[in-house]
């Protein structure tokens, strides 16, 4: 398992490295980042059609965290996935985790809070939230390890 030893100045160290992307971390140290922090979810969202495209498809992901989709890179590049998520989800009550770079979203203590220079923004068809360093996250289900 992965050990989480520091957090300092935005950034996470794992196992000796300093991971300098988007994280998520839930019980237990499972942690993943960019990519991997997208198969956390209930869902991953994958390019419709072609490299670029805007359009997402929500595919089965290992469902650590129910009703989710991680965007990660949300303040680089993520925010164009946002309307084709939304359009594609396959259930109204998808929440979209957009994890800024160099920022986390951590479980600990029976809630979920925000890491690093970036936020946390959660988006669902009837809301959406950015919260900041510091911040316990509200919308994110509670891990299902």
Do not use: C
């Amino acid at each position: 398992m992965p050990r989480i030893e520091g957090y300092s100045f935005g950034l996470i160290v794992v196992d000796g490295e300093e991971q300098t992307r988007d994280v998520i971390v839930l019980p237990e140290r499972v942690v993943a980042w960019s990519a991997g922090a997208m198969a956390l979810g209930e869902w991953t969202l994958i390019r419709d059609k072609r490299p670029g495209d805007a359009q997402r498809r929500y595919r089965s992901a290992l469902s650590l965290v129910p009703r989710i989709a991680v965007i990660p890179h949300f303040d680089r590049f993520g925010e164009r996935w946002v309307d084709g998520a939304l359009a594609g989800a396959p259930r109204d009550d998808v929440v979209l985790v957009a994890v800024d770079e160099r920022s986390a979203a951590l479980w600990r203590n029976g809630a979920w809070q925000v890491f690093g220079p970036g936020g946390v923004t959660i988006i669902t068809r009837s809301d959406r939230r950015r919260f900041a360093a510091g911040e316990r996250i509200g919308g994110i289900p509670q891990p299902a390890v």
